[in-house]
Protein backbone atom coordinates (compact mmCIF):
# COMPACT_ATOMS: atom_id res chain seq x y z
CA UNK A 1 0.00 0.00 0.00
CA UNK A 2 1.48 3.49 -1.02
CA UNK A 3 0.55 6.48 0.68
CA UNK A 4 0.86 10.19 0.40
CA UNK A 5 1.53 12.40 3.41
CA UNK A 6 1.96 16.02 2.60
CA UNK A 7 3.56 18.10 5.82
CA UNK A 8 5.99 15.65 6.40
CA UNK A 9 8.83 17.21 7.52
CA UNK A 10 6.29 19.08 10.27
CA UNK A 11 5.76 17.95 13.39
CA UNK A 12 2.84 15.57 12.95
CA UNK A 13 3.51 14.70 9.61
CA UNK A 14 7.00 12.91 10.34
CA UNK A 15 5.51 10.90 12.82
CA UNK A 16 2.86 9.79 11.10
CA UNK A 17 5.02 8.89 8.46
CA UNK A 18 7.59 6.65 10.42
CA UNK A 19 4.36 4.79 11.84
CA UNK A 20 3.85 4.27 8.63
CA UNK A 21 6.63 3.12 7.29
CA UNK A 22 6.85 0.65 10.28
CA UNK A 23 3.59 -0.46 9.31
CA UNK A 24 4.74 -1.93 5.65
CA UNK A 25 3.31 1.26 4.25
CA UNK A 26 5.57 3.06 1.06
CA UNK A 27 5.36 6.62 1.77
CA UNK A 28 5.66 9.77 -0.20
CA UNK A 29 6.38 12.54 1.72
CA UNK A 30 5.86 16.56 0.74
CA UNK A 31 6.95 19.37 2.10
CA UNK A 32 7.52 22.94 1.25
CA UNK A 33 9.37 23.69 4.18
CA UNK A 34 7.12 26.65 4.72
CA UNK A 35 9.49 29.28 6.90
CA UNK A 36 6.93 29.59 9.91
CA UNK A 37 9.63 27.69 11.73
CA UNK A 38 13.17 26.83 10.87
CA UNK A 39 14.08 24.39 8.06
CA UNK A 40 16.82 23.22 10.11
CA UNK A 41 14.52 22.00 12.89
CA UNK A 42 12.38 20.47 10.27
CA UNK A 43 15.15 18.95 8.24
CA UNK A 44 15.61 17.35 11.48
CA UNK A 45 12.52 15.47 11.90
CA UNK A 46 13.07 14.34 8.54
CA UNK A 47 16.43 12.20 10.02
CA UNK A 48 14.07 9.08 10.85
CA UNK A 49 12.88 9.37 7.50
CA UNK A 50 15.56 9.86 4.47
CA UNK A 51 17.32 6.67 3.20
CA UNK A 52 14.81 4.47 5.06
CA UNK A 53 13.60 2.01 2.39
CA UNK A 54 9.72 2.66 1.17
CA UNK A 55 10.11 6.28 1.73
CA UNK A 56 10.37 8.95 -0.64
CA UNK A 57 10.43 12.91 -0.34
CA UNK A 58 9.47 15.61 -2.73
CA UNK A 59 10.57 19.40 -1.46
CA UNK A 60 8.01 21.64 -3.12
CA UNK A 61 4.42 23.63 -2.28
CA UNK A 62 1.27 21.46 -3.06
CA UNK A 63 1.22 24.24 -5.82
CA UNK A 64 4.26 23.72 -7.64
CA UNK A 65 4.21 19.72 -7.16
CA UNK A 66 2.93 17.14 -9.97
CA UNK A 67 -0.22 16.22 -8.16
CA UNK A 68 -1.62 13.50 -10.87
CA UNK A 69 1.88 12.08 -11.21
CA UNK A 70 1.68 11.99 -7.11
CA UNK A 71 -1.44 10.87 -6.62
CA UNK A 72 -1.75 8.11 -9.20
CA UNK A 73 0.85 6.27 -7.55
CA UNK A 74 -1.07 6.21 -4.02
CA UNK A 75 -3.99 4.45 -2.53
CA UNK A 76 -4.22 7.10 0.65
CA UNK A 77 -3.59 10.37 1.02
CA UNK A 78 -2.64 11.71 4.66
CA UNK A 79 -2.91 15.42 4.47
CA UNK A 80 -1.36 17.21 7.16
CA UNK A 81 0.32 20.30 5.61
CA UNK A 82 -0.77 23.70 6.56
CA UNK A 83 0.50 26.53 8.49
CA UNK A 84 -0.58 26.37 12.24
CA UNK A 85 -0.40 28.57 14.85
CA UNK A 86 -3.44 30.50 16.18
CA UNK A 87 -1.76 33.84 17.34
CA UNK A 88 0.45 34.47 14.01
CA UNK A 89 -3.02 34.44 11.66
CA UNK A 90 -4.25 37.68 13.23
CA UNK A 91 -3.06 40.81 10.30
CA UNK A 92 -1.52 41.15 7.10
CA UNK A 93 -0.19 37.43 7.96
CA UNK A 94 -3.78 35.52 6.92
CA UNK A 95 -2.97 35.35 3.66
CA UNK A 96 -0.57 32.92 3.71
CA UNK A 97 -3.80 30.65 6.11
CA UNK A 98 -5.80 31.02 2.94
CA UNK A 99 -2.99 29.97 0.71
CA UNK A 100 -1.52 27.04 2.46
CA UNK A 101 -4.98 25.61 4.60
CA UNK A 102 -7.63 26.55 2.23
CA UNK A 103 -6.18 26.96 -1.39
CA UNK A 104 -3.88 24.34 -1.18
CA UNK A 105 -6.40 21.77 0.49
CA UNK A 106 -8.75 22.59 -2.88
CA UNK A 107 -6.60 22.13 -5.18
CA UNK A 108 -4.91 18.78 -3.88
CA UNK A 109 -8.99 17.57 -3.31
CA UNK A 110 -9.71 18.66 -6.81
CA UNK A 111 -6.67 16.48 -8.00
CA UNK A 112 -7.81 13.07 -6.19
CA UNK A 113 -11.36 13.46 -8.05
CA UNK A 114 -9.30 12.41 -11.31
CA UNK A 115 -7.57 9.51 -9.57
CA UNK A 116 -8.77 6.32 -7.41
CA UNK A 117 -8.62 7.79 -3.40
CA UNK A 118 -9.38 4.93 -1.11
CA UNK A 119 -9.08 7.67 1.89
CA UNK A 120 -8.78 11.47 2.10
CA UNK A 121 -7.41 11.88 6.04
CA UNK A 122 -7.55 16.08 6.46
CA UNK A 123 -5.79 16.86 9.77
CA UNK A 124 -8.22 19.62 11.12
CA UNK A 125 -8.04 21.39 14.34
CA UNK A 126 -10.19 22.11 17.81
CA UNK A 127 -9.75 25.23 16.88
CA UNK A 128 -12.62 25.24 14.66
CA UNK A 129 -14.43 25.52 17.62
CA UNK A 130 -13.51 28.32 19.44
CA UNK A 131 -14.87 28.83 23.22
CA UNK A 132 -17.55 25.86 23.09
CA UNK A 133 -20.66 26.83 24.68
CA UNK A 134 -20.84 23.72 26.57
CA UNK A 135 -17.85 20.60 27.86
CA UNK A 136 -17.27 18.66 26.86
CA UNK A 137 -17.47 19.25 22.97
CA UNK A 138 -18.92 16.90 20.37
CA UNK A 139 -18.65 16.81 16.96
CA UNK A 140 -22.21 18.20 16.40
CA UNK A 141 -21.01 21.42 19.06
CA UNK A 142 -21.27 24.96 16.92
CA UNK A 143 -17.96 25.74 15.39
CA UNK A 144 -17.22 29.39 15.55
CA UNK A 145 -13.67 29.97 15.35
CA UNK A 146 -11.95 32.51 17.61
CA UNK A 147 -8.97 33.08 15.26
CA UNK A 148 -8.48 33.56 11.44
CA UNK A 149 -6.39 30.22 11.77
CA UNK A 150 -9.59 28.29 12.92
CA UNK A 151 -11.49 30.52 9.77
CA UNK A 152 -8.59 28.45 8.01
CA UNK A 153 -9.24 24.85 9.35
CA UNK A 154 -12.76 25.28 9.22
CA UNK A 155 -12.66 26.41 5.27
CA UNK A 156 -10.52 23.56 4.68
CA UNK A 157 -12.96 20.96 6.68
CA UNK A 158 -15.67 22.04 4.97
CA UNK A 159 -14.06 21.62 1.42
CA UNK A 160 -13.19 18.10 2.39
CA UNK A 161 -16.88 17.19 3.17
CA UNK A 162 -17.10 18.72 -0.19
CA UNK A 163 -15.50 16.81 -2.34
CA UNK A 164 -16.87 13.68 -0.24
CA UNK A 165 -20.23 14.78 -1.02
CA UNK A 166 -19.98 16.14 -4.63
CA UNK A 167 -17.08 13.98 -5.85
CA UNK A 168 -17.54 10.79 -3.46
CA UNK A 169 -13.66 11.40 -2.00
CA UNK A 170 -14.00 9.55 0.97
CA UNK A 171 -12.67 12.12 3.71
CA UNK A 172 -12.50 11.68 6.88
CA UNK A 173 -11.27 15.11 9.26
CA UNK A 174 -9.61 14.46 12.76
CA UNK A 175 -10.15 17.33 14.75
CA UNK A 176 -7.03 17.09 16.72
CA UNK A 177 -6.67 19.10 20.37
CA UNK A 178 -3.36 20.47 21.27
CA UNK A 179 -0.74 17.89 19.98
CA UNK A 180 2.61 17.42 22.34
CA UNK A 181 5.31 15.11 22.47
CA UNK A 182 8.97 14.80 21.25
CA UNK A 183 9.25 17.33 18.06
CA UNK A 184 6.73 19.44 19.36
CA UNK A 185 6.33 22.99 17.00
CA UNK A 186 8.62 25.39 18.65
CA UNK A 187 6.10 27.90 18.98
CA UNK A 188 3.59 25.67 21.16
CA UNK A 189 3.40 25.81 24.87
CA UNK A 190 5.01 22.61 26.27
CA UNK A 191 8.09 22.89 23.89
CA UNK A 192 8.54 26.66 25.10
CA UNK A 193 7.60 25.24 29.10
CA UNK A 194 10.09 22.39 28.72
CA UNK A 195 12.63 24.84 27.06
CA UNK A 196 12.39 27.83 29.17
CA UNK A 197 12.89 25.23 32.23
CA UNK A 198 15.71 23.54 31.28
CA UNK A 199 17.56 26.71 30.08
CA UNK A 200 16.48 28.84 33.24
CA UNK A 201 14.52 31.33 32.02
CA UNK A 202 10.86 32.49 32.57
CA UNK A 203 8.01 30.62 31.42
CA UNK A 204 5.33 33.15 30.22
CA UNK A 205 1.93 32.52 30.74
CA UNK A 206 -0.74 34.46 29.10
CA UNK A 207 -3.61 34.97 31.62
CA UNK A 208 -4.52 33.55 34.70
CA UNK A 209 -2.96 29.98 33.72
CA UNK A 210 -6.34 28.95 34.69
CA UNK A 211 -7.43 27.94 30.89
CA UNK A 212 -7.94 24.57 30.30
CA UNK A 213 -6.83 22.21 27.42
CA UNK A 214 -7.32 18.73 26.21
CA UNK A 215 -3.70 17.27 25.04
CA UNK A 216 -2.77 14.55 22.72
CA UNK A 217 0.25 12.63 23.14
CA UNK A 218 1.45 12.43 19.26
CA UNK A 219 1.65 8.72 19.49
CA UNK A 220 -2.05 8.41 20.27
CA UNK A 221 -3.14 11.24 16.95
CA UNK A 222 -0.60 9.28 14.75
CA UNK A 223 -2.80 6.23 16.29
CA UNK A 224 -5.82 8.22 14.83
CA UNK A 225 -4.73 9.00 11.68
CA UNK A 226 -4.10 4.78 11.23
CA UNK A 227 -7.35 3.80 12.48
CA UNK A 228 -9.25 6.36 10.76
CA UNK A 229 -7.97 5.22 7.62
CA UNK A 230 -9.12 1.79 7.89
CA UNK A 231 -12.31 2.38 9.57
CA UNK A 232 -13.26 6.28 9.58
CA UNK A 233 -15.98 6.47 7.18
CA UNK A 234 -16.56 9.46 4.42
CA UNK A 235 -17.48 12.61 5.01
CA UNK A 236 -17.74 12.20 8.27
CA UNK A 237 -15.67 14.23 11.17
CA UNK A 238 -14.05 13.15 14.50
CA UNK A 239 -12.64 14.42 17.44
CA UNK A 240 -9.18 13.44 18.50
CA UNK A 241 -8.54 14.17 21.94
CA UNK A 242 -6.11 12.46 24.74
CA UNK A 243 -9.11 12.36 27.13
CA UNK A 244 -8.86 14.34 29.93
CA UNK A 245 -8.35 18.28 30.79
CA UNK A 246 -5.88 19.93 32.60
CA UNK A 247 -5.17 23.75 33.75
CA UNK A 248 -2.28 25.23 31.93
CA UNK A 249 -1.07 25.84 35.65
CA UNK A 250 -1.07 21.96 36.43
CA UNK A 251 0.52 21.29 33.81
CA UNK A 252 3.49 23.53 34.67
CA UNK A 253 3.22 21.53 38.16
CA UNK A 254 4.05 17.99 36.71
CA UNK A 255 6.91 19.85 34.68
CA UNK A 256 8.04 21.19 37.57
CA UNK A 257 8.32 17.67 39.11
CA UNK A 258 9.84 15.98 36.31
CA UNK A 259 12.56 18.77 36.30
CA UNK A 260 13.00 18.47 39.55
CA UNK A 261 13.11 22.27 39.74
CA UNK A 262 10.79 25.61 40.31
CA UNK A 263 9.36 27.61 37.14
CA UNK A 264 9.80 31.06 36.96
CA UNK A 265 6.75 32.09 35.95
CA UNK A 266 5.73 35.56 34.33
CA UNK A 267 1.86 36.07 33.81
CA UNK A 268 1.05 38.22 30.78
CA UNK A 269 -1.97 39.20 28.73
CA UNK A 270 -4.20 36.35 27.46
CA UNK A 271 -3.86 36.57 24.02
CA UNK A 272 -6.42 37.08 20.92
CA UNK A 273 -7.19 34.21 19.50
CA UNK A 274 -7.19 30.94 22.25
CA UNK A 275 -9.83 29.45 23.24
CA UNK A 276 -10.48 29.60 27.55
CA UNK A 277 -11.37 25.45 27.48
CA UNK A 278 -11.09 22.48 25.34
CA UNK A 279 -11.87 19.11 26.09
CA UNK A 280 -12.92 16.67 23.69
CA UNK A 281 -16.01 13.68 23.58
CA UNK A 282 -14.03 11.42 21.72
CA UNK A 283 -17.19 8.89 22.14
CA UNK A 284 -17.97 9.11 18.28
CA UNK A 285 -13.92 8.28 17.50
CA UNK A 286 -13.91 5.48 20.21
CA UNK A 287 -17.74 4.19 18.59
CA UNK A 288 -16.37 4.01 14.77
CA UNK A 289 -12.98 3.11 15.13
CA UNK A 290 -11.93 2.41 18.36
CA UNK A 291 -9.88 5.21 19.15
CA UNK A 292 -8.51 5.09 22.70
CA UNK A 293 -5.85 7.20 23.87
CA UNK A 294 -3.31 5.54 25.66
CA UNK A 295 -0.80 8.04 26.76
CA UNK A 296 -2.18 10.25 30.18
CA UNK A 297 -0.56 13.62 30.77
CA UNK A 298 2.15 13.18 33.18
CA UNK A 299 3.66 10.00 31.10
CA UNK A 300 3.59 12.14 27.60
CA UNK A 301 5.08 14.98 29.65
CA UNK A 302 8.19 13.01 30.95
CA UNK A 303 8.62 11.76 27.45
CA UNK A 304 8.41 15.10 25.95
CA UNK A 305 10.68 16.55 28.37
CA UNK A 306 13.28 13.59 28.10
CA UNK A 307 13.27 14.04 24.67
CA UNK A 308 13.83 17.86 24.62
CA UNK A 309 16.40 17.44 27.22
CA UNK A 310 18.17 15.00 24.53
CA UNK A 311 18.16 17.39 21.62
CA UNK A 312 17.99 21.48 23.01
CA UNK A 313 20.20 22.25 20.69
CA UNK A 314 17.93 21.83 17.51
CA UNK A 315 16.17 24.40 18.51
CA UNK A 316 19.18 27.19 19.60
N1 LIG B 1 0.11 20.52 16.50
C1 LIG B 1 -1.14 20.63 16.93
O1 LIG B 1 -1.40 20.70 18.15
C2 LIG B 1 -2.29 20.65 15.96
C3 LIG B 1 -3.58 20.77 16.48
C4 LIG B 1 -4.66 20.79 15.59
C5 LIG B 1 -4.43 20.64 14.23
N2 LIG B 1 -3.17 20.56 13.75
C6 LIG B 1 -2.99 20.40 12.31
O2 LIG B 1 -2.13 19.31 12.08
C7 LIG B 1 -1.32 19.53 10.93
C8 LIG B 1 0.15 19.37 11.29
O3 LIG B 1 0.48 20.31 12.32
P1 LIG B 1 1.95 20.41 12.91
O4 LIG B 1 1.84 20.88 14.30
O5 LIG B 1 2.70 19.16 12.59
O6 LIG B 1 2.53 21.63 12.03
P2 LIG B 1 3.95 21.79 11.30
O7 LIG B 1 4.07 23.22 10.93
O8 LIG B 1 5.03 21.20 12.15
O9 LIG B 1 3.78 20.90 9.99
C9 LIG B 1 3.12 21.35 8.84
C10 LIG B 1 4.06 21.16 7.65
O10 LIG B 1 3.34 21.47 6.45
C11 LIG B 1 4.25 22.05 5.54
N3 LIG B 1 3.45 22.84 4.57
C12 LIG B 1 2.66 23.91 4.82
N4 LIG B 1 2.08 24.36 3.69
C13 LIG B 1 2.52 23.54 2.69
C14 LIG B 1 2.27 23.49 1.29
N5 LIG B 1 1.49 24.40 0.69
N6 LIG B 1 2.86 22.51 0.57
C15 LIG B 1 3.67 21.59 1.16
N7 LIG B 1 3.95 21.59 2.50
C16 LIG B 1 3.37 22.55 3.25
C17 LIG B 1 5.13 22.94 6.42
O11 LIG B 1 6.37 23.24 5.81
C18 LIG B 1 5.27 22.08 7.68
O12 LIG B 1 6.47 21.31 7.66
C19 LIG B 1 -1.71 20.91 10.44
O13 LIG B 1 -2.67 20.76 9.44
C20 LIG B 1 -2.31 21.59 11.64
O14 LIG B 1 -3.25 22.60 11.28
C21 LIG B 1 -2.09 20.56 14.59
Redesign the pocket.
Known sequence: MKVLV????????SHLAERLLREGFQVIG?????D??SRKI?ENNLKGLVNKNGFSFIE????ELDLMGILKRVDTVFH?????GVRASWGKEFYRYI???IL?TQVLLESCKDVKINKFIY?????VYGDADALPIKETTNTQPVSPYGVS?LAGEHLATLYFKGYGIPTVSL??????GPR??PD?GFHKFISAILLGKEIEIYGSGDQTRDFTFIDDVVEANLQAFVKGKGGEIYNVGGGSRISLTETIKIIEEIAGRKANLKYTEAQKGDAKHTYADISKARRDFSYNPKVDIYEGLKRHYDWLKENLDIYR
Open positions: TGVAGFIGVDSFLYYKGSIFQAAIPENNAASSSSKRYFTVYQRM
